[in-house]
């Protein structure tokens, strides 16, 4: 049975087995290798994609179950030439090392953000407790979410 949804604004199929991981169809079978493959467990975060809007985990998905869904992942929110606003910070911080945590906190912070404009530095820490960082520290990826807020105030 094929599956169908919508993928960065695009409807597209996927005919292999409905309980492949999304993770796994997303980078095997659609060349989507920004979600990254770190735990395959659900807890470091790595993987996230955007499902109807919402953060979630794609290692543990069935791909079956985003079936009429509208997935959006990390290649959707920006890309070398218009980077989205994490992104952007996050490079203007020199956050990035290995980058494998990277899309999948562009894509809690990208969600986070839209509700809490305006956050203090621990509710980005809680925002981010279910993605793990190896190599950068904490510190200055905060430091990069809370200029977010800093350069808007600026902008005022
Ligand atoms: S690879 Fe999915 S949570 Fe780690
Ligand atoms: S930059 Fe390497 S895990 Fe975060």
């Known amino acids: ?3 169908t949804f919508t993928l960065n604004g695009q409807q597209r199929r996927y005919s ?16 989507l290798t920004g ?5 395959g467990e659900g807890f470091c ?3 996230l994609v955007h499902i109807d809007g919402v953060p979630k985990v794609s290692c543990l998905l069935p791909i079956g179950a985003v079936e009429g869904a509208d997935v959006t992942t990390i290649e959707g929110v920006g890309d070398l030439g218009t980077l989205n606003p994490v992104q ?3 490079e203007d911080f020199d956050v990035v090392q290995c980058g494998m945590c990277f899309p999948g906190m562009v894509m809690t912070l990208s969600h986070f953000l839209q509700d809490n404009p305006r956050p203090s530095r621990d509710e980005v820490k ?4 279910g993605n ?3 190599c950068t520290g904490y510190e200055r990826i905060i430091d990069a979410v809370m200029s977010l807020h800093n350069s808007a105030e600026g902008r005022k």
Not at 16 to 31: H, I, K, V, Y
Not at 35 to 39: F, G, L, P, S
Not at 126 to 129: G, M, Q, T, Y
């Open 1 to 3: 049975m094929a599956v």
């Open 16 to 31: 292999g087995d409905p309980r492949t991981s999304l993770m796994d169809a997303l980078r095997c079978d659609f060349r």
């Open 132 to 134: 793990i960082c190896r």
């Open 126 to 129: 809680s925002a981010l407790v």
């Open 88 to 90: 952007q910070a996050f």
């Open 35 to 39: 979600t990254k493959d770190v735990c």
């Open 45 to 47: 975060g790595a993987c």
